[in-house]
């Protein structure tokens, strides 16, 4: 009633030309929304419909494609919803509906690049811009980290293009000799979109949480997407048990430890599901078992803030829901690094973040989680034990940490200069171009390929963005935005530093990382802006009691009042 009684009152505080003004920027905005529904459906049918008589995924792409990309341009908010939206389901997008053509692996980009350029100008064209920088405190160590990245892939990548000897045309086809195979500065430019081609997404995160609300259904948004991510994973591991997916176990030989397209069931792309020999990789809703691995340690952060910092109780309970079906995706997900990284990060978040101290929230959420974690373990004694088995003894095997010093040691080894071998040229995705060496470690493959300059400037460039948000965080006043902006913080902290194999190359990390490294910049705007309708609320009410008079029980009235605004 409240609620309506205000809407009411600011409805009817407009002036006739105020509510005039609104009328107009309503069939503005419908006449806009028809003139884009009719391009887009004109580019749609002009140019897909020819292309799909040729090449029906050709046509589907393009005449899709476009008209994604025109409604983007003209919608950038919107679009980054939809590419938050679409990028869990893109290897199910790729892999069970078009049926893996390669192009399709661009898709999400048609969201987010256009949204980015809107957003750019944007800023630009408003009378009082906004920032396009916007941290002033990053420009140097992004300029670092660009300029070493740009002499890399002109100096190393430019000189095989142009001045090596192709392989091939060597006898013992260049065998131990200097040569070029493939494309070096094609998988040059492919690298370096690879290694900070969504750091755009710093500024489009700023520009896309406007206010408290936003922010709290970002966390609510992924949350949703989370619980429906995890329980396709789940469905698809019953389906593999039951035999409605046969997945790789009438494989024979090596093919029985290794994920397949080929068995692919339900969602998701490569699987390998081989029960006679305790292998199981699961990829869920992504493209792959890794892909899927990187989705549940990111939604160990994401689902925790909602569940200790929404205020909203439904939505912490749904927090909680998602924590629990992170953790069981992660035990039957046969990930290893999931199955060790989800509760670590919980463990760490709960430290970090100050919630093992705040017993009110803490106490109910973890004994829910430990009711119905330990549900599932009853039910599933079998399996639980098998992963733990699995990862123990791989540890045992290779000690992480030996790992990651050999890695180091052969990266060193491999050095032809001081530029690196090459960008692109331990990165999986660009093989397509050129041959690619693996590199398991994240900085050992940053220092192959970049040399020590450009190993030192990304990781000064990630150590200064955890500084800078970590001093953002502390800022704040607002307790709902100073917790949340405190767990992201901690995801960030745990990405920035983390040294085994490559989680800032991989969907959705890469893309959660610096996203919310824009929005934790944005927090202090918003926070200003909620401490400024909080005092002015206070003033209002407090205006009231003084109008209704009484010393004593306006007193009370006001010191009740700032406890509740606190």
């Not at 194999?501 to 990382?513: E, I, K, S």
């Amino acid at each position: 009633m409240a609620k309506k009684r205000q809407k009411s009152s600011s409805a009817t505080a407009l002036s006739p030309k105020e509510q005039a003004l609104l009328k107009r920027q309503a069939k503005e905005a419908q006449k806009k929304r028809l003139n884009v529904a009719s391009v887009c459906i004109a580019l749609g049918l002009v140019l897909g419909l020819p292309l799909v008589a040729v090449d029906p995924k050709l046509g589907l792409a393009i005449g899709a494609g476009l008209p994604v990309m025109y409604w983007s341009f003209q919608y950038p908010r919107t679009a980054l919803w939809m590419f938050l939206a679409y990028m869990p389901f893109s290897g199910t997008v790729l892999y069970q509906i078009v049926g893996g053509n390669a192009i399709f692996n661009l898709a999400k980009d048609g969201f987010f690049i256009p949204a980015f350029i809107a957003l750019f100008l944007e800023c630009r064209r408003r009378k009082q811009k906004q920032p396009v920088w916007v941290s002033d405190k990053l420009v140097v160590t992004l300029g670092l980290l660009a300029v070493s990245a740009g002499l890399t892939l002109l100096v190393v990548n430019g000189a095989m293009q142009f001045v090596l000897p192709l392989c091939q045309n060597l006898p013992n086809g260049g065998q131990g000799m200097m040569c070029k195979d493939g494309i070096p500065l094609a998988q040059g430019v492919l690298g370096l979109k690879v290694l900070l081609g969504y750091v755009p997404l710093i500024f489009c995160g700023y520009h896309f949480i406007r206010n408290q609300r936003q922010l709290l259904w970002l966390g609510r948004f992924h949350l949703l997407l989370a619980i429906a991510c995890c329980g396709l994973g789940i469905l698809q591991y019953l389906m593999l048990e039951r035999g409605s997916c046969i997945g790789t176990q009438n494989e024979v030989g090596d093919a029985l430890f290794k994920a397949s397209i080929e068995a692919k069931c339900l969602v998701g792309g490569a699987l390998g599901y081989s029960p006679s020999q305790n292998f199981i990789r699961l990829p869920g809703t992504f493209a792959s078992p890794w892909h899927w691995s990187w989705f549940l340690i990111s939604n160990s952060a994401i689902t925790f803030t909602t569940a200790f910092c929404d205020t909203a109780l439904w939505w912490r309970l749904g927090g909680l829901m998602g924590m629990a079906m992170v953790f069981v995706n992660a035990v039957i997900s046969g990930q290893r690094i999931a199955l060790a990284l989800v509760p670590v990060v919980t463990v760490i978040l709960l430290v970090l973040t100050g919630q093992l101290g705040n017993l009110k929230r803490f106490i109910p959420i973890g004994l829910g989680l430990l009711v119905l974690l330990g549900g599932v373990m009853a039910t599933n004694p079998e399996l639980v034990q098998e992963r733990i088995d699995s990862f123990t003894s791989r540890v045992e095997a290779s000690p992480p940490q030996e790992f990651i010093v050999t890695q180091f040691k052969w990266a060193m080894n491999e050095q032809r200069g001081f530029l690196g071998r090459g960008l692109g040229k331990a990165t999986n995705s660009t093989r397509i171009f050129g041959q690619t060496a693996l590199v398991e470690t994240f900085h050992p493959k940053l220092l192959y390929e970049m040399g020590y300059p450009g190993m030192i400037a990304f990781v000064a460039f990630t150590t200064h963005i955890t500084w800078v948000t970590f001093w953002t965080t502390r800022s704040l006043k607002t307790v709902s935005i100073r917790n949340i902006g405190g767990s992201l913080w901690v995801f960030i902290l745990i990405i920035s530093f983390f040294p085994y194999w490559y989680p800032l190359d991989t969907d959705p990390v890469a893309v959660y990382y610096w996203l919310f490294v824009g929005v934790i910049l944005k927090m202090p705007v918003l926070d200003r802006n909620e401490q400024a309708k909080r005092q002015e609320l206070l003033a209002q009410q407090e205006s009231e009691l003084l109008d209704s008079g009484g010393k004593k029980r306006r007193g009370k009235k006001r010191v009740r009042l700032r406890g509740k605004l606190a």
